[in-house]
């Protein structure tokens, strides 16, 4: 079983669209999580990081479920500009510094 | 201030060779990681570095290794290249010591590296 796993996608969605990602990992004792986003041939950038209690973030939301190990971003209003690949991360609990990252989901945004 | 650079961009090596990328960390960070990511999948952690010290380390063979200087730069090496290798390699820097990055992580644009 990978240690973090998404549905690589793609999603393929109209502009102003509401578009949801799941995110499942496997380690219970993990305690840090985010949300990376990644434009094609371009570095990882951190869109958000996520809290036990729900976070948002103008049009993006992101939840955790630490019970089901699963974590979530909704995005509202889709933008043309948001059509990138979205990672899922989760830091390593090793105390090694290590991000552990899902696949991606790809999401295009079409007008 | 400015961001995580990381040279050179891209680079194509033979089978057997070996090669060294560079990574110049974010002003006011003093901990690096690499990572090796291949076409399709997330971002696979190789090490980090804290204090010129490795500090942890990923499923990676021991034909990788690093270095982290008194400046904060670091450098992936690699040796006896296989096609398997080819990738992207990205740098990471922080600040927050060892293990934890409670301020985030910042990549550097990476290194596209390709084995032939």
């Known amino acids: 079983r990978k240690e973090v796993e998404q549905d690589p996608g793609p999603f393929n969605v109209p502009e102003g669209a509401t578009v949801a990602f799941n995110c499942t990992y496997s380690?219970?004792?993990?305690?840090?999580f985010f949300w990376y986003r990644q434009d094609c041939r371009k570095e990882p950038k951190l869109l958000m990081s996520?809290?036990?209690s729900g976070n948002e973030d103008g049009r993006f939301t992101a939840q955790l479920n630490r019970a089901s190990q699963y974590i979530s971003l909704l995005i509202r209003d889709s933008k043309l500009s948001d059509s990138a690949t979205y990672l899922c991360v989760v830091n390593s609990p090793s105390n090694t510094g290590k991000l552990i990252f899902g696949q991606g989901t790809t999401l295009q945004v079409k007008p | 201030e400015t961001g995580v650079t990381q040279s050179p961009t891209h680079l194509i090596k033979t089978r057997g060779q070996q090669v060294t990328l560079r990574c110049s960390s974010q002003s006011g960070h003093n901990t690096v990681s690499w990572y090796q990511q291949a076409l399709g999948q997330g971002p696979q952690f190789i090490f980090q570095?804290?204090?010129?010290?490795?500090?942890g380390r990923g499923n990676f063979p021991p034909r990788f290794s690093g270095l982290q200087f008194p400046n904060y730069s670091s450098e992936l090496n690699v040796n006896a290249l296989e096609l398997d290798d080819s990738a992207l390699y990205l740098c990471?820097?922080?600040?927050?010591?060892?293990?934890?990055?409670?301020?985030?992580?910042?990549f550097g644009s990476g290194t596209r590296l390709t084995v032939v």
């Open positions: 990471a820097s922080s600040r927050g010591g060892r293990g934890g990055a409670p301020y985030g992580y910042t």
């Open positions: 996520v809290y036990s």
């Open positions: 380690n219970s004792a993990s305690q840090s």
């Open positions: 570095y804290y204090r010129e010290e490795e500090n």
